[in-house]
């Protein structure tokens, strides 16, 4: 009979303490939530990126018209400038710095054309793509 109470006792206070102990623990830090933010923000640059990389290429093989070609590439482009925006006004070059449309153009365009230099030599050093006999 004591048996039976005590290991009721024990359960209803382990019942307790597992309904209670997230009330108790710690929230993430302010600087936790920054980096995940910062990584959130970045990997959706590089998917902008990597969009607008794809939507090129789709055009120059001829899949997209130049007219739906305009329309998407001007909706990616001004989502990554905005991110790379938001990005450089919180995480990068501090308060009070602004950076022009044109730099972030010119750093959106430097980016996209890395990228296409690195997928370019991957292909040529891989031996993976087509080759005329």
């Given amino acids: 009979m004591w048996i039976t109470l005590i290991l009721t006792g024990l359960v209803g206070v ?3 303490g597992y309904v209670v102990w997230p009330l108790f623990r710690r929230t993430p830090s302010a600087v936790t939530r920054e980096r995940e933010e910062l990584a959130d923000l970045l990997t959706r640059k590089e998917v902008a990126l990597e969009a607008i990389r794809e939507l090129e290429f789709d055009h120059r093989v001829g899949k997209i018209e130049d007219g739906d070609f305009e329309r998407f590439n001007g909706i990616l482009r001004s989502r990554a400038i905005r991110l790379i925006e938001h990005i450089e006004a919180h995480y990068g070059h501090g308060e009070g710095t602004d950076l022009q449309v044109g730099q972030l153009d010119e750093t959106l365009e430097a980016e996209i054309s890395g990228r296409r230099r690195v997928e370019e030599a ?8 087509l080759r005329e006999e």
């Fill in 14 to 16: 382990a019942a307790a």
């Fill in 122 to 129: 991957g292909a040529d050093e891989g031996g993976g793509g």
